[in-house]
């Protein structure tokens, strides 16, 4: 058998695709593979990991050509050789949040109440996080507090910080619903001139959604996933609002220089919902591309370029001065 061409994101996707396909609750069948062949796969590909634009499905067409029509159902198999094992690192690294340029993000710059999709990958890559600032209704930026977040699933709580940037309105969260793992643009940030009381109906949102929605006095927004209408609270942790997920979106926590006015991403709260997908936050399948593997360091901290020679995760707790260098 020819070897596969694999890019990254068909690795990752395979990954999380093998992980729901191992997974009792949403194990794959092999007769109705062998009876239906490629459209069962396709078909349980969109309903467990998401919709699949045509680049993906010609990628898992070409895997099933490459295995041979006959020898269909030993896909299974060669998934598994291709899901090569975790990588898992020792901490979480300080990441210094850039736009698709590679230059840093402005936190004072940072559009508010932004319903476009501004993501980007902590700590693993395809660990997709949401970057959102958080307004009111008129657009001004709003004070996001330190709130309890529950979560449904087994009533256990965790502390979520708040927000962080010249208005501790900036927030970030994993933009992988904890239903399913649907993914931008299925899952997406509804500012709150779209979804607010007496306000125009939101025909993009279910009528039972929205009058919960309204029923619960949220007034900054929503993150609300089409794929099966999980919906989330973004000012209070992305708590849950309405399922099926029992899962609220786990966060990143931000640290914002005031010098700069960078924003970095500096670590998880173990405590909180694991990355959908994911044994653990702290391990992937593949590490960032701005991430150094020999010394275990973002390779961009301070500045653009700057190469670090020792990590800063070990100050996460006091903040104060963090980009001393750890001994
Ligand atoms: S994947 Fe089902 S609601 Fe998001």
Redesign the pocket.
């Known amino acids: 058998m020819k070897p596969f061409a694999l890019k990254r994101d068909d690795l990752i996707f395979l990954h999380r695709l093998v992980y729901k396909m191992r997974n009792p609750p949403t194990k794959f069948d092999e007769k109705e593979f062998v009876k239906k062949g490629r459209d069962y796969l396709f078909k349980y590909a969109e309903d467990n990991v998401g919709p699949l634009n045509p680049e993906r499905r010609l990628f898992l067409k070409g895997l099933l050509v490459g295995i041979g029509a006959l020898a269909v159902v030993s896909v299974l198999p060669v998934l598994g050789y291709l899901n090569q094992p975790e990588i898992t690192l020792k901490d979480f690294p300080w990441m210094i949040i850039t736009d698709s340029d590679g230059n840093p993000i402005q936190a004072s710059k940072l559009p508010v109440n932004n319903p476009a999709i501004l993501v980007f990958q902590y700590p693993m890559q395809g660990d997709i996080t949401f970057l959102l600032n958080i307004g009111d209704e008129n657009g001004n930026p709003v004070k996001v507090p330190s709130t309890t977040v529950t979560i449904p699933e087994t009533g256990a709580t965790y502390t979520f910080p708040g927000g962080v940037g010249p208005n501790n309105s900036i927030v970030a969260f994993s933009a992988i619903?904890q239903?399913?793992?649907?993914i931008p643009p299925?899952?997406h940030y509804y500012p709150p001139d779209l979804v607010k009381p007496n306000g125009p109906f939101p025909d993009f949102i279910p009528s039972d959604v929205y009058n919960i929605i309204i029923s619960q006095g949220i007034k900054y927004g929503v993150i609300h996933?089409d794929?099966?209408?999980?919906t989330y609270d973004p000012y209070k942790g992305a708590a849950v609002v309405t399922g099926?997920?029992v899962r609220p979106l786990p966060y990143v926590q931000l640290y914002w220089d005031p010098n700069t006015d960078y924003l970095y991403a500096v670590g998880m709260n173990l405590h909180a919902p694991v990355i959908l997908g994911r044994s653990s936050d702290l391990s992937g399948f593949a590490t960032l591309s701005s991430y150094d593997e020999s010394t275990g360091c973002s390779k961009l901290l301070v500045q653009k370029g700057q190469t670090p020679t020792n990590c800063y995760t070990r100050i996460l707790t006091s903040f104060g001065n963090p980009f001393q260098q750890s001994g």
């Open positions: 619903c239903h399913l793992g649907c299925e899952i996933c794929c099966h209408g999980s099926p997920t």
